[in-house]
């Protein structure tokens, strides 16, 4: 008797340094409750003027944004010839665009959009000029009074066959119009873009009604204020949805008002401090970090769920609730403080990609984790001693109505009295299904596409894709070629430079809408028979600046050809851009003095997006074994490390096969997905193994703690999974495609967690127990 008095003494002092006893800051809320809580009132304070610091970011480069001498090249062409950036393209389709009526109304509204406050130039095939005649200026194809009768349909030959219009600016059908309309660059920031747009969108409204031609608007500018609108909007819904979905589940499960503000309030008070933290370091928000207020309630949230479920049971034991909250924080808080640890773990190891955003991304998840940790030991006892009251009548209330609670111990009770019968035999066919799965997630292909990053339930996504079929792209693909130092621009070397880069991009299959000074230079020499050097800076240099700032560089040094491709997934864009890398090689061993560069964001993406997103993915799979060996060494267990690992990997496995099946592939936000909520999902497993290293007794057999653990810690970690998939669930919502893969995905994984933890995690641990140290006779 006195050797196992002994025994479970240095039990119970072993179970506190799970966590080294970080788990104790709680205490001081049971301490100083009134210091704690004026210090959280102050913090909550300086969080609501954080918060409103928070920007938002809505470059559609922001997933790229890196150090790599690709992204600072295409920063550089940015810069020099900043067209793309301030681009909204009008899109006019109907099969009544050639009629006469037609033509006059679009030219009134080519007129009257470049009358909107905030533009700065347009293009349309109102542009085009006749071909010159006798030195003098050109007249416009379309003239001021347009013909009627066979003069009309002369003219309609002409727009049709004009090789600056056919392909580019319209359709070879003639049912679809492309008008670009370039902005100021200080209009795209801030509050004007959307004033801006509404005008544009007002105008086409206006000018084409009774054509039945429709006018939709894409392009970067456009695209932007979707992402801004979308992000606006998702943070009211996730807020709002979130936290309704955590009371609820609450006031369900514990019945009173008190323990559902205990439960919910800490996490709630977590998004308000994280928010606030991430607005004061000057955080933007974007796609990715919109989602931070759901993953820190989904953080904070189940370890305040699992600490507030200990504390009522002991309350119901007829503990004080003093006693019972240091006792929750004891007891509870060592796992509390691993499962902080681990979703830590997950955040840091964003840190490895190439992104800029991810990393920021990661970074941000950090500090809310640990604002999350420290929030929820310290307010979740003191919320406790100051709501909780009547002590005695709340255990007997309890013990008479506490039907769900019961009926969650019986099914967990259930659950691992099957699982720890034959523990050898399950752990067998979890380790095959493992492995099956396992194999089919190896074929995941990475897959990226920029419409993804952007809302697909408003105009821009459609437009971008009328442009893609009619008119060979919407995405623009660029290749810039700087001079050597003292090199002129109207040289015979660089003109050839130009005219043979320029050919290449245009023969190059999948590359439409090439435009550069060649194609000024082709049209005066076919049409005007002119092909002086003199006549070409002539016609350059009455062209609008805007319009010659497309292609030529302030100083003269760089040109661009610009062209387009589909918005299509990066595999497909990659093979060209490789090709025309290939075919300008020639170019540039012949003139060596010329830096010749393919860029664009969609060269970037078909680039870098395959070997980032399989960079994330080995992460993944390192992430996983480091996260088990941390687990271990918290334990003190090789034991403990080697059954953490097969209900890890599982929901990751099994997410995966089934991205695979539904064809989606490893996407930014399917693998960034699996590594968040691979963290959130060892929650389960973390406080299982607590509660049954606590459970544990000199004598007794393998299967004992394994069910007394679970049948105490089930119903929680049931709740606890299910809050964890409300809080994720909510981003199905938003109009982001990424966002809401992120979402289903997520949830998915969280719930699978569940599932391997009751059914694989308690059959492993229980035949490595057996093997270890069999059960005395």
């Known amino acids: 008797m006195q050797l196992h008095g002994h025994l479970g003494r240095l039990w119970l002092r072993r179970r506190h340094d799970l966590a080294l006893g970080i788990e104790r800051i709680g205490l001081v809320s049971l301490r100083f409750p009134a210091g704690v809580g004026i210090v959280a009132i102050i913090l909550a304070i300086a969080a609501g003027f954080g918060i409103s610091r928070i920007k938002i970011d809505d470059s559609l480069s922001q997933l790229f944004r890196s150090d790599t001498p690709q992204f600072k090249l295409y920063e550089r062409e940015t810069r020099l010839f900043p067209s793309s950036e301030f681009d909204v393209l009008i899109v006019v389709n109907g099969d009544t665009l050639l009629e006469r009526s037609s033509i006059a109304k679009l030219r009134d509204l080519v007129t009257d959009l470049q009358l909107i406050d905030g533009t700065r130039g347009i293009i349309s095939l109102f542009s085009a000029r006749q071909p010159p005649e006798d030195g003098q200026l050109p007249a416009p194809l379309v003239p001021e009074d347009i013909p009627s009768g066979a003069a009309y349909q002369q003219l309609v030959q002409r727009i049709t066959s004009n090789e600056i219009i056919r392909g580019k600016l319209l359709s070879n059908d003639g049912k679809l119009a492309l008008i670009v309309l370039a902005l100021d660059p200080d209009a795209v920031q801030g509050q ?186 310290t307010l979740v006892p003191l919320l406790g001693i100051l709501l909780v009251r009547h002590e005695g009548k709340f255990a007997a209330d309890a013990r008479r109505t506490d039907r769900a609670v019961a009926f969650l111990r019986d099914a967990c009770g259930w659950i691992a009295g099957r699982m720890v019968r034959r523990p050898g035999i399950y752990s067998l066919i979890g380790l095959v299904v493992v492995l099956m799965f396992a194999a089919v997630y190896s074929q995941l292909q990475p897959r990226y596409r920029l419409a993804d990053q952007v809302p697909d339930r408003g105009q821009a996504v459609a437009a971008a894709g009328r442009l893609d079929s009619e008119l060979t792209g919407s995405s623009p693909i660029n290749i810039m070629i700087q001079f050597p130092k003292g090199a002129s621009l109207y040289s015979p070397q660089t003109l050839q430079v130009i005219a043979e880069v320029h050919g290449i991009m245009q023969n190059q299959p999948g590359i439409g809408n090439v435009w550069s000074l060649e194609t000024l230079r082709r049209w005066l020499a076919e049409k005007a028979g002119r092909t002086d050097v003199a006549t070409l800076k002539q016609y350059v240099d009455i062209l609008p600046q805007y319009l010659v700032r497309r292609f ?173 998939s409300c809080g994720l669930i909510v981003t199905v919502f938003s109009n982001l495609p990424s966002l809401r893969l992120f979402g289903w995905l997520s949830t998915l994984a969280m719930m699978l967690a569940l599932v391997a933890d009751l059914t694989i995690l308690r059959p492993v641990i229980t035949f490595l127990r057996s093997i270890v140290r069999p059960a005395h006779p």
């Open 192 to 377: 004007r873009l959307s004033r801006i747009v509404h005008d544009i969108r007002q105008t086409a409204g206006t000018d084409l009604a009774g054509t039945g031609l429709k006018a939709s608007l894409t392009g970067v500018p456009v695209m932007q204020l979707e992402i801004r609108n979308a992000v606006e909007r998702d943070r009211v819904i996730y807020n709002a949805v979130g936290f309704a979905a955590g009371c609820l589940i609450a006031i369900l499960f514990f019945r009173r008002v008190s323990f559902m503000v205990v439960a919910a309030g800490p996490p709630l008070t977590a998004i308000l401090l994280g928010l606030g933290a991430l607005g004061w370091l000057d955080f933007r928000l974007n796609l990715f970090l919109n989602i931070m207020t759901p993953l820190i309630m989904v953080i904070s949230f189940s370890d305040s769920m699992q600490l507030t479920f200990a504390a009522r049971d002991r309350l119901i034991d007829g503990e004080s609730r003093y006693k019972a909250f240091r006792h929750a924080l004891l007891v509870v808080g060592p796992a509390c403080v691993l499962t902080h640890g681990t979703a830590a773990l997950s955040f840091i190891a964003l840190q490895f990609s190439q992104s800029d955003l991810i990393r920021s991304f990661g970074e941000a998840g950090l500090i809310a984790t640990l604002i999350a940790l420290v929030t929820v030991l």
């Open 552 to 724: 030529i560089s302030a100083n003269q040094d760089a040109v661009v050809i610009a062209g387009r491709v589909p918005d299509v997934d990066a595999s497909r864009i990659r093979p060209i851009v490789a090709a025309l890398d290939r075919a300008l090689a020639s170019v540039r061993s012949q003139h060596p003095g010329y830096t010749i560069s393919v860029t664009s964001l969609s060269a970037i993406a078909a680039r870098n997006s395959a070997g980032m997103i399989e960079k994330l993915n080995r992460g993944l799979t390192v992430e996983v074994v480091f996260v088990a060996a941390f687990i271990g060494l918290a334990f003190r267990s090789f034991l403990v490390m080697c059954a953490s690992v097969l209900p890890a990997i599982f929901p990751i496995v099994v997410s995966g096969s089934l991205l695979w099946a539904l064809g989606d592939g490893l996407q930014f936000a399917s693998v960034i997905a699996l590594t968040v909520s691979f963290g959130l999902g060892l929650s389960a497993t973390i406080h299982f193994l607590n509660r049954m290293r606590q459970e544990e007794r000199p004598g007794d057999s393998a299967t004992i703690s394994v069910q007394r653990a679970t049948i105490l810690v089930g119903p929680a970690l049931i709740l606890t999974s299910v809050v964890l």
